[in-house]
């Protein structure tokens, strides 16, 4: 779970133990010892280098690990309440049936290069954010969906309206992927954007030098004064500078921060956490609030195209031994399509029940009996289905190979392969190669399960219209579901829908999630007030270091 | 000479353009494509469509052998094309990461060569016989030692437990020490092995055992009138080296987590960022042509006999 909360109430309750207990004197002591301080650098140890910081490629961590750091947005969304609060928009108003925002702007602020950031700025962002730039090669962002066009009312009034219905874009003002860039940088090649010195925002920190690849360094930005409205710290960060520095190898990120060379680094393993929390450095776990870590079905594959042998693999997964065999108490083990700390999110466990019996019962059913190798047959084929490990998953290999052993119990192979990553884009693509797919997206708004399931988005399902030109099968019923829930603007009415979606999806046994992905960091104990965004993207504005 | 390097420009050539297009041809046939592998995953969230428009911007959906020229016209402009995983021109990539291998390499080798001869030297004038089956033995153990595991427990015993050198933010000699370690232990061990047996072989012959006779010491023998003659074979092998000084540098470079072409090469080959693949190819078969031009070139300095051209006897 997310540690700003407890963190924040634990300094409350003892600030609050510590005056009515204590001498003024000593109470005083003890806040000034929680005080905040000024200076210093955060060395921040990263997995992967980052590829384009065009905001909306923020989806992959490495960039938005920077892009959180660098950019503002016009909301920011409370992690713990997951509503919308002020950012660089003041205030906002939105019409009945969710076509027309209008936002009006904080005035002041400026981009790190002088330039303001004023209606204008924003209004080109989001037309490029929306509708692309085929020119110079920018994609429409994934979280913007029935996107028209913007008007300038002036200079800090902005109105966007949209062709169709568009209820998830407040939140979508907030993530990641629509952090706040000069026009200057949009006005270059979008292949040149994996230059971070191109990328100018209005945030706490600038980019100061890069080493392509290896190390990139920000400094705090001295003149930012338009942090969120609702965040307790304003002005300038207490951090002087960030160092972001490459590290793939995960022994030698864990050993660099151990042995005091690094603060803080991401993507720690679950079996590397005990060593760890053994030597009292912290580890920080935060949900991504999005569709579970999970494998999806290819229903076009005749194999997986029986709802029985679906509902059969489901019974026979034990997802609490996966999450008590491979991961710690930061991977919850999943009880819905969607995280527990999910917007929309209903408690579906009972359609996820671990029943051996019932798994062969289905199977038996569908025709599929043991053959001489204990592996199910049925008019000569076997009930043999391949899958590819996803490398940015924790420990996905394990996590299939252990779902292997689970399904094999009940006469089903599951060959796990590790394909170099073009074979496995290729094949990823073909639903006779693949019959399922690990997959996974964090975002903390109902539309992220359209996002992972709809044709035209990651298409999961490999429906028809979507990746696969070959593709016949497809689930207008479903698709109909992710169609309402992206363009309903009553927020109960959208709730109710989001229910259904998940429901629906586990009746069908399209999926079956496993458990809930969070991402976990670790620091150095003299670290503190690391936060996170609702999809777990950190963010160093607040972070101090004290005296080691 | 001049005869001669011209043919061997004309050479060059000839192996640049065969290695551009037999790399060019094999990158094409591997299934996938880097446009593929970067958007087709689903942290970007694209649409069939959107990966069809940057194909179109790259210039992937042209026919091959269109793609072909343009590729090739492009090196001939000494223009390398963008590297599609890091988002940036591939031209100043290389710029950045060749210097630091190169250090490494050259570094690298240096070490290695002096490791070798050291060890070559222990192996033949060590006084006890076991303590010479010892030494000639150590070779066989350090080319078994895997460079990436190598590599870990220099960091986990160095840096982190006896904490001599950071690997975050070492000084520029500190971040040099423990790679070209790890970088010239693999490679000395061939050369060693090599020197050895070649020393072992010039020692049987008879004009050492006339040299001895006329009272020279062992010592002597060896560095005057052995070594000239048993590098020769040394030196052949250490123009091959260059490839695995090449190798070696993926290796260590990605355990260290330091720049250099090493590392992009291993995520070039990963995600099949084939523009930035050409170029590496096309930079290592420089690399080799040169060094094997400058081993021709060497060669009859240490043995004159080979500057005798072969038809002049006949």
Known sequence: MSLIPSNALRRKVQSTLAAVLLTGVSAMAVVAQERPVQGGTLVYLEQQAHTNLYPPAGGFYPNSGILNQITDKLTWQNPETLQNEPWIAESWEINADATEYTFKLRSGVTFSDGTPLDAAAVARNFDTFGLGNKELGYPVAEAINNYDHSEVVDAQTIKFVFKKPAPGFLQATSVIGSGIVAPSVLDQ???????????????????????????????????????????????????????YIVTPEDSVRIGALLAGQADIIRQIQAYDEPQ????SYTVLSAPTRGVNNNVSFRPENPLVRDLKVRQALTAATNSAEIVSTLFSS?????????????????????????????????????????????????????????????????????????????????????????????????????????????AMVGRADPDVIKSNFFPTNRDSLLQKGGSNANATW??????????????????????????????????????????????????????????????????????????? | MTRLLVSRIGQAAIVLLLAFTASFLLLQALPGDAILI??????????????????????????????????????????????????????????????????????????????????????????????????????????????????IMLIQIFSFRLRLVPIINPSE??????????????????????????????????????????????????????????????????????????????????????????RITEQAVSNQDTAVLQAIVILAAVGFVLINLLVDLVAPLIDPRLNTPIGASA
Do not use: C
Not at chain 1, 276 to 279: G, W
Not at chain 1, 349 to 371: I, N, R, Y
Not at chain 2, 124 to 146: C, D, E, G, Y
């Open chain 1, 189 to 243: 090649p979008y292949a040149e954007l994996g230059d971070a010195t191109k990328i100018i925002g209005s945030g706490a920190f600038v980019i100061e030098s890069e080493v392509l690849g290896q190390s990139l360094n920000l400094k705090v930005r001295e003149d930012y004064a338009w942090g969120p409205a609702n965040v307790d710290h304003q002005g300038r960060a207490y951090l002087d500078a960030i160092q």
């Open chain 2, 38 to 151: 970067k958007y087709q995953n689903p942290e970007m969230g694209l649409t069939p469509e959107q990966i069809a428009e940057i194909r179109v911007l790259y210039g992937a959906d042209a026919p091959i052998w269109v793609q072909y020229g343009n590729t090739l016209w492009n090196f001939l402009q000494g223009s390398f094309g963008y590297s599609v995983q890091a988002g940036v021109p591939v031209n100043p990539l290389l710029a950045t990461n060749l210097p630091p291998t190169l250090r490494l390499a050259s570094l690298g080798l240096v070490v290695a060569v002096i490791i070798a001869g050291a060890l070559a030297f222990a192996a033949t004038l060590a006084p006890f016989a076991w303590l010479r089956n010892l030494l000639q033995s150590l070779p066989a153990l350090m080319i078994s030692v895997p460079v990436f595991w190598l590599g």
């Open chain 1, 474 to 548: 497809e689930d207008p019923e479903l698709n109909a579901l992710l169609l309402s829930i992206a363009s309903e603007p009553n927020p109960e009415k959208r709730i109710a829908l989001t229910g259904d979606v998940q429901a629906y999806l586990l009746d069908q046994a399209y999926v079956i999630p496993i458990f809930e992905e969070p991402q976990v960091f670790a620091s150095a104990p003299y670290v503190h007030d690391v936060s996170f965004d609702a999809v777990a993207r950190p963010s160093f504005y607040n972070t101090w270091l004290s005296a080691r």
């Open chain 2, 173 to 262: 000699f500190q971040a040099l020490i423990l790679p070209v370690v790890t970088l010239s232990l693999p490679i000395a061990a061939p050369l060693a092995q090599i020197l050895i047996r070649s020393l072992d072989e010039v020692q049987t012959q008879p004009f050492v055992s006339v040299a001895r006779a006329k009272g020279a010491s062992r010592a002597w023998v060896l560095w005057r009138h052995v070594l000239r003659n048993a590098l020769l074979p040394v030196l052949t092998i250490a123009g091959v080296l260059f490839g695995e000084l090449l190798a070696g540098a993926v290796v260590t470079e990605t355990v260290f987590g330091i720049n250099g072409l090493g």
């Open chain 1, 330 to 438: 930061h991977y919850p083990q999943a009880t819905s399509v969607i995280a527990s700390t999910a917007s929309g999110y209903v408690d579906l466990s009972e359609k996820l029940a671990f029943d051996l019996e019932k798994a062969k019962a289905l199977l038996d059913e569908a025709g599929w009996v043991p053959g001489a190798d204990g592996i199910r047959e049925k008019d000569g084929a076997k009930l043999e289905l391949n899958v590819y490990e996803s490398l940015p998953q924790p420990q996905n290999r394990a996590t299939l190979q252990l779902l292997s052993q689970q399904w094999g119990v009940v006469g089903v192979k599951l060959n796990v392969l590790a394909g170099d990553s073009g074979s496995a884009a290729t094949d990823n693509l073909d639903p006779l190669k693949t019959p399922l797919r690990p």
């Open chain 1, 276 to 279: 760890v929390e053994a030597q």
